[in-house]
């Protein structure tokens, strides 16, 4: 996924905000169900949502205004109730920005913990690193 980076990503010194990044992670993890053939709507309307269970994100260089974002994101692992989702930031230049991990878990609208759809699954299987 390419993001470009506006002035609004940005904090006073013209990097972007750190916390920020998060939200370009979730836009990744959106466009992988969308490219898969999900979408967050139409799991939410089915009852089946994602709970954070943790992130981490390592900085290795800044980003800065006017430059684009390249995350590649795949799936490290799956379990029955969890989606562990990994990613590589890399600026237009081809340095590395960051790593990240986010570890998802599977609720249902009681937000208690649920089994990941099987039709789920084998839709973002092919996402898997091997």
């Known amino acids: 996924m390419k993001r470009r980076i506006y002035y609004y990503d940005t904090d006073t010194s013209g990097a972007v905000y750190h916390a920020n990044y998060l939200h370009f992670l979730e836009e990744a993890r959106s466009e992988l169900l969308e490219r898969n ?54 600026n237009q230049d081809g340095r590395l920005i960051g790593k990240a991990e986010t570890d998802l878990v599977c609720v249902g609208r009681d937000l208690k913990l649920v089994e990941i759809p099987s039709d789920v699954r084998a839709a973002l299987e092919r996402e898997k690193a091997a």
Do not use: N
């Open 37 to 90: 053939g999900l979408s967050v709507k139409g799991l939410l309307d089915r009852g089946v949502g994602f709970a954070i269970r943790r992130q981490e994100m390592e900085y290795k260089a800044p980003t800065l205004y006017g430059d684009t974002l390249d995350i590649k994101i795949w799936i490290k692992e799956f379990s029955p109730y969890r989606i562990v989702f990994a990613y590589l930031l890399h």
